[in-house]
Structure formats: structure tokens, C-alpha cells
């Protein structure tokens, strides 16, 4: 018989793509346990759920939002290509007044079309007070 093991089990993912489709599946879970109530079916908390990425990032992130069944909301960048913090709090606070929820934010470090890193230094305080979570893929 399976039991639940006794400490965190490792799971190791064969890519960065694989990784990231299975953080937001995470975070998702996570946040549907969090965030519903006796009375809202979990589709509907699902379709008001918004990840964040770059415009920057590899298509990977876009997709692996997509499988997830999740908003992808890919975000224009500063001068140096990167997501600041002030980025990602706007769009979170636009996002909370249409109704949606921001759960989650693909932080990108090494971009391909550009090598740009996302600032990760102003995202981490955004994220701990408006998306509570953040995936460096």
C-alpha cells in the first residue's frame, strides 16, 4: 500500500519546460485550495486565475500556461527587457479590479531572443504582497 511519505519527496524535471508546466500546476492547486469557498465551483475560481511571464520569455512559459488552463498574461518590459516590480504590481492591481486573481509570476532569468533577467530583487516584495508566488524557471 502507498503511504504518504515522511518527508518532501525530489521531484526532478527533465527540462525547464517541464518544470515550469509543473509549478504552475502547483501554484494553481494551491491557490484553488486557498481561495474557494463552500460555494464557487473550482472551474470558475480557475477562469479568473492570471499567471504572469515576459513578453521576453520562451514560448515554453506561454505554453505551459495554456496546458495548465490558466490566463497567461505576458507583460511588455522595461528599457533593459526585464519585468520590474512596478510592471508587475500594476498589472496585478488592473487585473484584481476586473475580477481576476493573480496566482502566479514566471520570473525569467537568462531570456533567449534577449539574455535579459527580470528584476527579481523589486518582483519578490510584489509577489509576496499581490501574487504570493514566484516561479524562476
Do not use: W
Not at 44 to 54: E, F, I, N, P, W
Not at 58 to 63: A, L
Amino acid at each position: 500500500s502507498l503511504s504518504e511519505p515522511k518527508t518532501p519527496l525530489y521531484c526532478h524535471k527533465g527540462t525547464a519546460s517541464e518544470a515550469t508546466l509543473v509549478a504552475i500546476l502547483s501554484a494553481r492547486a494551491k491557490t484553488i485550495r486557498e481561495q474557494r469557498d463552500g460555494e464557487e465551483e473550482a472551474g470558475a475560481l480557475m477562469a479568473r486565475l492570471v499567471c504572469y511571464g515576459s513578453q521576453q520569455a520562451h514560448s515554453s512559459v506561454e505554453r505551459a500556461g495554456l496546458l495548465a488552463g490558466v490566463r497567461m498574461r505576458l507583460l511588455d518590459t522595461d528599457k533593459d527587457f526585464a519585468i520590474t516590480g512596478d510592471i508587475l504590481e500594476a498589472a496585478a492591481r488592473e487585473d484584481k479590479a476586473r475580477g481576476l486573481i493573480p496566482f502566479c509570476c514566471v520570473a525569467t532569468l537568462g531570456t533567449t531572443s534577449s539574455c535579459a533577467f527580470d528584476d527579481l530583487k523589486t518582483l519578490g516584495p510584489v509577489c509576496q504582497k499581490e501574487v504570493k508566488i514566484v516561479i524562476n524557471p
